[in-house]
């Protein structure tokens, strides 16, 4: 059953990143996928994520669809002006992608072109209104379109540090999804009642949400994360868990399996994000009874 119709029909949906790598050698990220096929619903590829060059979504998800995985890739409004944009979104349909997440581009001077122009022709919900239009058959300039393309088509939500910005987070995810968003996907949840807490906001925005399930590699990872951004919400009982087992590697796999058990109970699915041990993943999932 595809991504879509599990979503539809309320089943649990699992999802894991993938990241293309930083040239041409494929073999690590076809590998990892054949690890994972019948036992994620679809491979969420990145384009360029944290301003990193990096091969394209659009290649990163084709190569998933060859190796019989649904691909879902993401959007960026940084890197591309409409044109292309629309051409890459009709690119993907084509080639046999029918899933969109328009996800939040992250700063130029983060990544490693800092030098590079931004473009930003569109917002998210440009983005999104874009992909609207062509799903009805015309383009942003009026044209009628010769084939119309069909996706499943998902939004993303901040980290929120307090109940002031999650307002202002739920507020855009509305607009999101009165623009076309059909899921959402939450930042990672190191804290399950605060997450417990937090579902029914955004569940009232009338779309499946996924949240996020971070592997914490390391100790020091998990301490960056609590110290330099309040709004993980990594909890000090967290990081003496981490500390005080003899094997952290394996205590953060732990982590992550136990978090997708335990939501799986509560949403409508996770999205396993490992950033480059894509092959933790069957791990994890063991865990998680998947």
Not at 81 to 101: E, F, K
Not at 258 to 279: S, Y
Request: with cysteine; aromatic share 4%; charged share 25%.
């Amino acid at each position: 059953m595809s991504f879509q119709k599990r979503l539809q029909a309320g089943e649990f949906v699992v999802l894991a990143e993938m990241h293309t790598p930083k040239g041409v050698n494929i073999s690590r990220m076809v590998t990892d996928a054949r690890r994972i096929k019948g036992r994620v619903d679809a491979v969420v590829v990145p384009d360029m994520d944290n301003g990193i060059m990096r091969m394209s979504a659009l290649a990163g998800g084709v190569l998933m669809q060859q190796q019989g995985v649904e691909a879902i890739i993401h959007t960026y409004c940084r890197d591309r002006n409409r044109m292309a944009l629309q051409g890459d979104i009709l690119a993907a349909h084509v080639l046999g992608i029918q899933n969109l997440i328009v996800a939040h581009s992250e700063e130029m001077s983060q990544g490693d072109h800092s030098d590079a122009k931004t473009v930003n022709d569109l917002d998210e919900i440009g983005l999104l209104g874009a992909i609207r239009q062509l799903q009805e058959g015309k383009d942003l300039a009026g044209f009628d379109l010769d084939g119309i393309p069909s996706f499943t088509v998902g939004c993303t939500i901040a980290p929120c540090a307090d109940d002031d910005e999650m307002a202002v987070e739920l507020e855009a995810a509305g607009r999101k999804v009165a623009a076309g968003a059909s899921f959402v996907l939450t930042p990672p949840v190191f804290d399950l009642e605060r997450f417990a807490a937090f579902l029914p906001k955004v569940e009232k925005l009338g779309v499946p949400v996924i949240p996020t399930v971070f592997l914490l590699k390391s100790l020091a990872i998990a301490q960056y994360i609590a110290n330099s951004e309040p709004g993980a919400h990594i909890s000090d009982a967290l990081i003496r868990r981490i500390r005080k087992s003899p094997d952290r590697e394996q205590e953060g796999i732990q982590i992550a399996g136990e978090t997708v058990a335990a939501l799986k109970k509560k949403a409508a699915g996770v999205m396993i994000q490992t950033l480059g041990w894509e092959h933790k993943l069957p791990a994890i999932l063991d865990i998680a009874g998947i």
